[in-house]
């Protein structure tokens, strides 16, 4: 099957799986670069999807525009792209609003605002230092109007998407910053959409398939009269912002929807794209999600703090650590936990039996939701630990008030540690990982902190060599000193592997896919090409 084909069958699965899931959202517009018969052969980008006035992008400064066919990806869905060089001019035409576009709705109504902006990139950069204040697309203007694009932030990059009503109105603004680099590994999917509909989440942002940023509030982006720029602005930038330089690297495909999409929608959008391609969800060595332990028979343990892993570490709740239903709202909202497990800082704690945990050099990720019951930075609570409390050979990750920014992670292994940034002490629920693999010299400098998904800036440090022991069974909830956790635990992992950033983005960003989604398989398969859903699925 030719490229072409291909796109064409991995289209047809999305539209199939648009259909089986919420059939809300209609694809008004699509711009496939691979489906661009003509390429910059006429100085046009056309829709081939195309369900109300015609849009057809200029590109008719052929000096910094380009078509490239046989773009380099590892997505079976994107086999085209247009390369802009950051100069000179990228891609113009008329507005997306209700006026120059019946999306579905009367402007200035709530039905008028209902959108979905869908737009794959992939920049040409080395470093996300590189990246500057970029547009990748906007209709409208400062007025009124929306935008999606790049802002350049110390220690990342920033994705943003901004829409704005009326002149002297507040945008309704969400930004992700961007601290790993799926931008320069391969092309990268951002959604923005506005959902006048929801409770709590009427501006939303989406990077590869997952949320990633929401506002409660929206604005009648669709009022903006001014012309619609693509990889640059087009007269004014729609929604105002910072986001005014050209873009410098490829966009494959653009979709423009007359509706918000669910969050299942869009990770199919990015599974039917991607293909086998999509980074696999990490396997865990042990996991202990506190569903239901009370009275679970998994594995034949009742009454245990059960393994869900497969691998049989199961734990014995201490004390009287008990189930609450006080979960993470990311877990809880996608149906991914109802009940975690409470420690009351005294006597509570969680034994796993003859496991020792990842010892010697071995590398390794722990990962935790956590929310500490009492307010204040000063506070000194175990969240895992194992090994002796030997110079090197002891491994505890922990909430500390010690060195550095208090209330923040922390790994230690005695006479040596490091410590991140962010203080987690405010009675929220905040997802918190250690990654450390040996890089020749084993040493607790090299260990990564994250928090919520993001990689974290060192606030203090102290080197130390790594040789974790093998004396000590793994304890949750306590640590060598006795100290001990005060709060809430969920989906508490330990992994025997070092997970890329991506992969701990996922584990702080979960998504659960329903089961309709099974149809882009079958669509898949008619590509000859597989099919994968990505699911946190449990053993």
Known sequence: MNAKATTAVLALALVLILTAGSAQAALVYEYNAALDANGTGDNSWQPNINTSLTRNWSLSNQTFVSYTPGVDTAYPGITGAYSFTGSGSGGTTSQFGREGMPLGGTKNTPEGASAAFEIWVKPDRTSLDDIGNEVLFESGGTTSGANIGFLATAGGVNVTFRTRKGKNSSNSV?????????????????????????????????????????????KNWDDGNNASGLARVNGALGGAGSSTDMFNGEVALLRLYDKPLSDAEVLASWNAMTGSAVPPEAESATFWDFEDDATDVDDGVAGAVVDKSGNGRHGTAVADATLDTDVPSTLGNAGLSTTSLYLDGTGDQVNIS?????????????SAWVKLEDPGAGQDRSIMSWGQDQGGKKWNFRVQQSNGTKGTIRVEVNDGYIVGSTDITDQQWHHVTAVWEDDGSPNVNDVLLYVDGVLEGT???????????????????????????????????????????????????????????????????VAGLGGYVRRRGRS
């Open 174 to 218: 969400v930004t992700e910053t961007l601290t790993y680099n799926p931008l320069l590994d391969d092309f990268m999917q951002i959604v923005g959409m506005v959902d006048p509909d929801s409770a709590t989440e009427k501006t939303r942002l989406y990077v590869n398939g997952l949320k990633v940023g929401s506002n409660t509030g929206y």
């Open 459 to 525: 606030s203090a440090q102290r080197g130390k060599g790594i040789n974790t022991a093998s004396s000590k069974d793994v304890q949750l909830g306590r640590d060598h000193e006795n100290r001990r956790f005060k709060g809430w635990l969920d989906d508490v992992q330990i992994h025997d592997e070092a997970l890329s950033a991506e992969q701990i983005y996922a584990l702080a960003n979960p998504v659960a896919v329903p089961e309709p989604m099974t149809v882009l398989a079958v669509s898949l398969s």
């Open 354 to 366: 003859g496991y020792k945990g990842v010892t010697g050099t071995g590398a390794r990720t722990l």
